[in-house]
Every structure is written in structure tokens, then in C-alpha cells.
């Protein structure tokens, strides 16, 4: 298999309809299927609007495996300490081929290189029991150094999402410190 590629869309690419359109599908498959159980069936987690300002901002990378695209995720700031990632999704065909660990790897560094001291993500989780998906993706952020910071009850950060879940949600913040490069 050939090396995943990672690099963020340029700006002019939220004119490109079908790309943007590409992008919601594959961001919305991927999070259907992981949080099936979480939603009223029919839910989106990003309409195709918003990932248009995401990728007019410069805030869209995506991995490439032989120059098509099978994952991406958001990179920001959230402050001159704080990067973020979001919006992870890679299609379920790439999955376990370093694609994730790829587009976080890329997103630490650019955040590092932009003088970030440390990195942030967010997971929403049911609150009344575990999820094994959750559950991985918890193990896996833990294994790459991610530790939780902050627990909130998702209805109350997102009142219009609240009547669209089947059952309460927490979102969970996890940080990451990033260890600057030597000189």
C-alpha cells in the first residue's frame, strides 16, 4: 500500500460544489456508523454549509491514499496555546491503515509549528453506559497521549441537537501537551 498523504485544501476548493459535497458524505458516513445508536436515524453531523466555511477558512486537511481521498479532519486554533482537531472521519475501507494516526500526526505538527502548546479533541459519549466504539476511540487517544480535561453535558452545549439525540450525551475534551521540536 502506498503512503498516506496529508495536506489541507486550499481555500478556493469551498467553491468546488461536488468536492464539498464529497467531503459532508464521507465526514457524515463515517460518524452515522459510529454513532448510529446516539442520533434519530436521518441525522447529520455536518451539512454541506459548513464544511464549506471549514475549507474556505483553511481549516479542511485531507489524507489521500493514491491521490484519492479517504479521511479528513479539521485543524484550528483555539488559542495562541491551544490547537484543535475535529471532524475526524476516515471511509471505512482505509480504516486501520494509519490513515487516522496520519491526519493527527499532521494536525499536532501544524499546530506545534504554529507555536501551540498543546492540542485539543472532543468526544461525545453516552452518559448512561459504555459504547464500544467510544470505548476504542477513547483507548486510542489515550495511547497517543490524549487525557480527558472536562466532561459536559452535551444538551446543554447544543440545545438544538438535544431533541435530534436518542439518549443524554456528554462530550469529553481531551488534551494533549506538544512537545516543541529541538532547535
Known amino acids: 500500500m502506498s503512503a498516506v498523504e496529508v495536506a489541507f485544501l486550499p481555500p478556493d476548493a469551498a467553491h468546488d460544489a461536488a468536492l464539498v459535497a ?9 460518524y452515522a456508523v459510529a454513532e448510529e445508536e446516539l442520533w434519530v436515524p436521518g441525522k447529520d ?22 491521490g484519492r481521498i479517504v479521511g479528513s479532519v479539521r485543524v484550528r486554533t483555539l488559542d495562541p496555546q491551544t490547537g484543535f482537531l475535529g ?18 500526526r499532521f494536525a499536532e505538527e501544524v499546530m506545534r509549528d504554529a507555536g501551540a502548546t ?13 459504547d464500544s466504539g467510544k470505548e476504542r476511540l477513547h ?31 456528554d462530550l469529553l475534551t481531551y488534551r494533549k501537551p506538544l512537545v516543541q521540536a529541538a532547535p
Request: proline share 4%; glycine share 8%.
Open 139 to 169: 483507548e486510542w487517544y489515550s495511547r497517543l497521549g490524549y487525557r480527558i480535561t472536562a466532561r459536559s453535558d452535551f444538551a446543554q452545549l447544543n440545545e438544538d441537537a438535544a431533541g435530534s439525540m436518542l439518549m443524554p450525551l
Open 87 to 104: 471532524l475526524l472521519a476516515v471511509e471505512p475501507a482505509a480504516q486501520g491503515a494509519g490513515v487516522g494516526s496520519e491526519l493527527i
Open 45 to 66: 453531523r455536518v451539512s454541506t454549509d459548513a464544511v464549506a466555511a471549514i475549507v474556505a477558512n483553511g481549516e479542511m486537511a485531507v489524507a489521500r491514499l493514491e
Open 22 to 30: 464529497d467531503l459532508a458524505e464521507r465526514i457524515n458516513a463515517a
Open 118 to 130: 498543546q492540542m485539543e479533541l472532543r468526544l461525545l459519549v453516552p452518559r448512561d453506559g459504555p
